[in-house]
Nanobody, 125 residues
Framework: QVQLVESGGGLVQAGGSLRLSCAAS????????MGWFRQAPGKEREFVAA????????HYADSVKGRFTISRDNAKNTVYLRMNSLKPEDTAVYYC??????????????????WGQGTQVTVSS
């Protein structure tokens, strides 16, 4: 079956950096657009970043532009999220998701085919 497994979360001070990874299995990874989302306690899930199958179409939420970078390695079936200049408001559970249509990955309510279980990112002030 399809699995998306996130890793790389943790506790970091404001201004610090983390790199999240999402390893995919059970699907033809190179045919899927991938996205990162986050959900903070008491808040709705929000879009963070997305990348199409080839990596030449990338989208970011305004709140992370210039600080976060999404990338993918199709040979490793993995998508990454490099997060720099982290702020306390970036604290959330971060999820990766996959869908063959990047419009689905970038458009509310983001009904992506597959979702990971999430990884916690906590940014202390």
């Amino acid at each position: 079956q399809v699995q998306l497994v996130e890793s790389g979360g943790g506790l970091v001070q404001a201004g610090g950096s983390l790199r999240l990874s999402c390893a995919a299995s059970g699907l033809t990874f190179s045919r899927y657009a991938m996205g990162w989302f986050r959900q903070a306690p008491g808040k709705e899930r929000e879009f963070v970043a997305a990348i199409n199958w080839s990596g030449d179409s990338i989208h970011y939420a305004d709140s992370v532009k210039g600080r976060f970078t999404i990338s993918r390695d199709n040979a490793k079936n993995t998508v990454y999220l490099r997060m720099n200049s982290l702020k306390p408001e970036d604290t959330a559970v971060y999820y990766c998701a996959a869908d063959q249509n990047i419009v689905v990955v970038t458009t509310t309510p983001f009904p992506c085919n597959y979702w990971g279980q999430g990884t916690q990112v906590t940014v202390s002030s």
